[in-house]
């Protein structure tokens, strides 16, 4: 059984900041892939930034220079850091994580989301 464990939302004045986390717990023997998504009320999942198992990031064009991406594999956790936060970026904030399980088994796991709220 694998869990990925978030925290760190809350609501923010436009222009403030939030580091969110996610923690990846339970029977685990690889983590490859692990992303932050978000859905806004009425609009579908994007995705907001990944990392890869090699260490290569990638963003959505709309946070490119306020958001960072960050691991630390030894503790199977994956950081957001947002800066210069906009009311646009109001919504419930998913992590996912490509696990390999002790069993063998690999497959998505997602969080339960944490809700960011940009707003004054």
């Known amino acids: 059984q ?5 925290s760190g939302g809350g609501l923010v004045q436009p222009g403030g900041s939030l580091r969110l986390s996610c923690t990846a717990r339970g029977s ?7 992303d932050w998504y978000r ?4 609009k579908q999942r994007e995705l907001v930034a990944g990392f890869t ?3 290569t990031t990638s963003y959505a064009d709309s ?3 306020r958001f960072t ?3 630390d594999n030894a503790k199977n956790t994956v950081y957001l850091q947002m800066n210069s936060l906009k009311p646009e970026d109001t919504a419930v904030y ?3 994580a490509d696990v390999r399980s002790q069993y063998g088994l690999r ?14």
């Open 53 to 55: 198992s090699s260490g």
């Open 94 to 96: 998913y992590c996912n």
């Open 63 to 65: 946070v490119k220079g």
């Open 28 to 34: 685990i023997s690889s983590i490859y892939a692990m």
């Open 107 to 120: 497959r998505d796991y997602w969080g339960q989301g944490t809700q960011v709220t940009v707003s004054s």
């Open 69 to 71: 991406i960050s691991r």
């Open 39 to 42: 859905q806004a009320p009425g």
């Open 2 to 6: 694998v869990q990925l464990v978030e």
